[in-house]
């Protein structure tokens, strides 16, 4: 299977972001100013927020200098704000290696913090405030404390319009050299509801089966997705058929959008129904809670899943 392409069709640059004008141009009058604020990212999900962030940290340090003057933090990952403050403070400390005079740290899913963690986080953002700047990307605008909020510039990420949407479905239709219909497009753009991650997904599961895309590939990949699926994807694998396997686990994430751990818990629960050698089950349920811990920590989803496959695949 060829790389997903909401990684592949991440916006790089400015230009490449659909929609969000009014934003891209204040942000970009910020930059040119040397003088970026802190900035909340409210608002949709799959309508450019993380994207926007990386987009600002490659304008400002280039691809080269991004690793050591950017820092990204998933907040909504278990881990306590202690270990946030921690690596923020870390990273902090470090000197910029560019000759931009701060750092930027993104907190992606601010809003999964508690309160008290964002207590924690608006004295750690005045403790560092002259050396880095952050960028909180969150859904839920009103989750986030009055004291943050007001330190930030904020900007609101709506739902994508259908003008934007369509911009992007002809990009990748010319790129990736498909054929889709009119009423397929239509709909496209109707089921994702201005999400661009989820149109993006949509249109590649609908064109891994066919390079014409039509409403009958749209309605069959609709179809396809069905948890029940994890069955046959773990069938495959017994069956040492991996690549089959492994297509069935990367449409469940990208079409249906199951995070690694929903797909991990659904095989867990099929692993515990098999009819199996005992033995056999109790070293996939092994592997199974290692690859959980791994999830859990951070680990590449894809590479775990296909990991767990191959491992059940060679069991047999
Ligand atoms: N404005 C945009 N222009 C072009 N592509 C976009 C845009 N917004 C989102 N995308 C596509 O959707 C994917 C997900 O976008 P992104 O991660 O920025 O969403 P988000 O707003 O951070 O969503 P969430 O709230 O779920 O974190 C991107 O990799 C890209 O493929
Ligand atoms: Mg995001």
Same mark, same amino acid.
């Given at each position: ?17 659909? &929609? ?12 040119? *100013?040397?003088?970026?604020?802190? +900035? ?7 309508? &450019? ?15 080269? *200098?991004?690793? &050591? ?6 907040? *909504? ?10 690596? $923020? =403070? ?22 999964? +913090? ?35 909020? *007001?330190?930030?510039? $904020? ?16 990009? $990748? ?36 089966? =066919?390079?014409?895309?039509? %409403? ?5 990949? %609709? ?9 046959? %994807? ?14 069935? %686990? ?10 690694? +751990?929903?797909? +991990? ?52």
């Amino acid at each position: 299977m060829e790389q997903i392409w909401v990684d592949k069709y991440r916006p790089k640059k400015f230009s490449d972001i659909v &929609g969000q004008e009014y934003f891209v141009k204040r942000i970009k009058s910020f930059l040119e *100013s040397k003088n970026l604020p802190h +900035l909340l990212f409210a608002g949709s999900p799959g309508t &450019g927020k993380t994207t926007t962030a990386l987009v600002i940290a490659r304008e400002l340090y280039g691809e080269n *200098s991004l690793k &050591g003057n950017f820092f990204e933090l998933n907040a *909504s990952d278990d881990r306590g704000i202690d270990v946030i403050r921690n690596q $923020i =403070k870390e990273f902090a400390k470090l000197k910029s290696l560019a000759d931009v005079p701060y750092k930027i740290i993104c907190l992606d899913e601010a809003d999964s +913090l508690t309160k008290e963690a964002q207590q924690a986080l608006r004295r750690t953002m005045e403790r560092f405030s002259s050396s880095c700047r952050f960028i909180l990307a969150c859904n839920e605008m009103s989750k986030i404390i009055d004291p943050i909020q *007001s330190r930030c510039v $904020i900007f609101k990420f709506k739902p994508l319009k259908e003008q934007s949407l369509r911009l992007l479905i002809d990009k $990748i239709e010319k790129e990736e050299k498909l054929k889709i219909k009119e009423d397929a497009k239509e709909f496209l753009i109707k089921s994702s509801q201005g999400d661009l991650r989820r149109l993006v997904n949509t249109l590649q599961a609908a064109s891994s089966i =066919k390079k014409e895309v039509d %409403m009958e590939i749209i309605n069959e990949i %609709m179809d396809y997705v069905d948890p029940t699926e994890v069955g046959d %994807m773990i069938k495959y694998a017994q069956a040492g058929e991996f690549f089959k396997a492994r297509d069935v %686990m990367i449409k469940l994430r990208v079409v249906k959008g199951l995070t690694g +751990l929903e797909i +991990l818990k659904e095989i867990y629960k099929r692993v515990l129904e098999m009819d199996i050698d005992p033995k056999t089950k109790v070293k996939f349920v092994d592997r199974i809670a290692t690859v959980e811990f791994r999830l859990v920590e951070g680990s590449d989803e894809e590479l775990q899943l296909e990991a767990l496959l191959a491992m059940m695949a060679l069991l047999n």
